[in-house]
């Protein structure tokens, strides 16, 4: 998943102009994060070897160092530490949050609710892709609330796939799955099959609370000007 998230990382930073929609010294910029800067390299790597494979890619780079790429084309892709203050302030082409299921959580300082919602305002500037990827964990959070909302949905704005690790790196040694199976099915089956964690929550679960909720009142109250007898 990082390389196809680098992937994109390189078509967004080399294929399209967003010159007309900057001010002058102003750079369109792709972000990939992650918890902290060493995880957000893992990204930042394939992006670089990508570029370098090729030599028409290779001639955009101005310049280059271990957190910063800088193309010719006036886009910089950069190493970022998720949080909610860092990430302001920048013209996104993309933002790449990697491991998201991982972030910390709503009651840190930097919840990943609050750190999704800073970008927001810094990709709408050049209608920037927002790309999450991660590893599922627990039913709670940016990454379950988004895939509860929008997974098997025709909503044309957000896509949502679910895939095992054998769909994605078919390479993968059947042997290596099924001893993690046998060792801890729980922890096996999110980070192997794609499965959010149900070992893993507070004192009421939040599937208890769905089903126990009502999506409408059970009372309506009365409408003004109207007389019930």
């Known amino acids: 998943k990082s390389n196809v998230a680098a992937l994109i990382a390189v078509y967004?930073?080399?294929?399209?102009d967003y010159t007309p929609r900057l001010a002058p010294g102003?750079?369109?910029t792709i972000l990939c994060l992650s918890a902290d800067r060493k995880q957000a390299r893992a990204v930042f790597r394939y992006v670089s070897g990508l570029l370098h494979s090729n030599a028409m890619l290779e001639r955009l780079i101005?310049?280059?160092?271990?957190?910063?790429?800088?193309?010719?084309?006036?886009?910089?892709?950069e190493v970022a530490t998720a949080s909610f203050r860092s990430t302001r302030g920048y013209s996104l082409a993309a933002a790449i949050c990697d491991e998201v299921a991982f972030w910390r959580s709503d009651d840190s300082a930097n919840p990943d609710f609050e750190i999704i919602q800073a970008?927001?305002?810094?990709?709408?500037?050049l209608d920037g892709k927002l790309v999450i990827l991660s590893s599922p964990?627990?039913?709670?959070?940016?990454l379950w609330e988004s895939y509860r909302r929008y997974f098997g949905t025709?909503?044309?704005?957000?896509?949502?796939a679910q895939a095992p690790s054998k769909a994605m790196n078919p390479t993968l040694p059947q042997r290596v799955i099924d001893q993690a199976l046998e060792r801890d099915p729980q922890a096996a089956a999110a980070e192997y099959l794609a499965q959010f964690r149900n070992d893993i929550a507070g004192f009421i679960s939040r599937e208890v609370v769905d089903n126990n909720a009502r999506s409408h009142p059970k009372i309506i109250p009365p409408k003004s000007g109207i007389t019930y007898v």
């Open 12 to 16: 967004l930073g080399c294929f399209v």
């Open 26 to 28: 102003e750079l369109a």
């Open 62 to 77: 101005v310049r280059e160092d271990k957190e910063t790429i800088e193309l010719a084309n006036r886009t910089i892709i």
């Open 119 to 125: 970008l927001r305002p810094g990709l709408a500037t």
């Open 137 to 142: 964990y627990s039913r709670r959070g940016f």
């Open 154 to 160: 025709d909503d044309p704005h957000t896509l949502v």
